[in-house]
């Protein structure tokens, strides 16, 4: 705990000492706050971040976004809203979900560097400066993590410990805590990210698939004063399923007939050996065909093998309506040199 103090401090003089010397890190900063039902926390989390992002002296903005919270967390952000400018808030008509508040806030905002925070006071906006000052780093996601954790060591704890184990070995990015919301991304990276179910905690992963560079450092965390936490075991369950998704989308998108196709010939290969091993046996050894499950084995996996095939076409499809719709491409190109700029307009206009 000693420790993760003396590198707090390190960072936030950093942050301070680097301010007049080097260039600004970033022009404008948005901090984004999804907040379902908590009223009590507003006008706590406002004063704070206000205190905090004034003190750092760059343009910013908090963008509130109301998740369709039943108690009275609207008038809260409209009495924050109506004593400064630099308070936004956005009111969605129904409950939609961390994520999707999220991706609303980081739709609207207007800074080069977001930082998501939650609404609960768990986060400490004081950790911010030294999120920046790893962006000054040249880093392009800070990920916050809660090194020393204050919810239910049991049914929060361990199975979060858990699923960060297992997201680290699949995504290949060593993270210590995926689900700490406090983080710092560079826009360019959220550039085309579409988040859906719990995705928002897989961000880094998808970014750093897309060469960004990502670190985390840890960060306060308290346990929750006011409200509770709108989340339960289930969790771990979504956010893994999500990370399948995650994966399947970066590494086999541009691809798909490769991995259907692929389990379709195994498939198909396993009924061919069954087909031609239940030969052998009634030929050779005179053992009739209904007497082994060959048969039936080969005519599943020709079933099977012949529709991973068919899906994997389908998904061809799917992938190119996807692709072409939307004009993306299969590569991201990181910056160019000498490159004519008109050349760059004009392909970009005839999009
Ligand atoms: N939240 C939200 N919509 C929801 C659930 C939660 O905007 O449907 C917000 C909530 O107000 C808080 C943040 O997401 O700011 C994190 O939620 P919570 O504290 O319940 O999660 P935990 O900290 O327990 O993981
Ligand atoms: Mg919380």
Not at 8 to 28: F, S, V
Not at 79 to 107: F, H, P, W
Not at 286 to 306: E, K, N, R
């Amino acid at each position: 705990m000693r420790d993760t103090e003396a590198q707090m401090a390190t960072l936030e003089r950093a942050a301070r000492d680097d301010a007049p010397a080097a260039p600004p890190a970033y022009r404008k900063l948005s901090v984004v706050v999804p907040a379902y039902n908590e009223e009590k926390s507003i006008p706590i989390l406002c004063e704070r971040l206000l205190a905090v992002l004034d003190a750092l002296g760059a343009p910013f903005e908090i963008i509130l976004v109301n998740d369709g919270s039943k108690d009275g967390t609207r008038s809260a952000l409209q009495t924050a809203a109506a004593r400064r400018k630099e308070v936004k808030v956005i009111e969605l008509k129904r409950n939609s979900g961390q994520t999707a508040a999220m991706m609303c806030g980081i739709d609207h905002a207007s800074g080069d560097i977001i930082i998501p925070i939650d609404a609960d006071l768990q986060n400490d906006p004081a950790d911010i400066p030294a999120l920046l000052a790893k962006i000054a780093e040249g880093y392009d996601v800070v990920s916050g993590w809660r090194k020393d954790r204050k919810d239910a060591a049991i049914r929060r704890n361990l199975p979060s410990q858990i699923a960060n184990r297992i997201i680290s070995f699949v995504s290949r990015v060593p993270l210590h805590d995926y689900g700490c919301t406090l983080k710092a991304y560079r826009l360019d990276v959220l550039d085309g990210v579409r988040l859906y179910g719990e995705m928002h905690r897989l961000i880094p992963v998808y970014a750093s698939w897309m060469g960004a560079r990502v670190t985390e450092i840890p960060v306060r965390h308290y346990p929750r004063k006011h409200g509770a936490s709108h989340y339960g075991l289930e969790r771990v369950a979504k956010i893994i399923l999500d990370l399948i998704v995650v994966k399947f989308l970066d590494r086999q998108f541009m691809k798909p007939i490769y991995v259907f196709g692929g389990f379709g010939m195994l498939c198909l290969a396993i009924s061919g050996f069954a087909v031609v091993w239940a030969l052998y046996l009634k030929i050779v050894d005179g053992l009739s065909l209904i007497q082994t499950p060959l048969p039936l084995l080969a005519v599943m996996t020709f079933i099977t093998g012949f529709m991973c095939i068919l899906m994997g076409l389908l998904s061809e499809i799917l992938m190119r309506t996807y692709f072409e719709s939307q004009g993306k491409t299969s590569y991201v190109v990181r910056d160019t040199l000498n490159f004519d700029a008109s050349t760059h307009d004009i392909k970009q206009a005839q999009k």
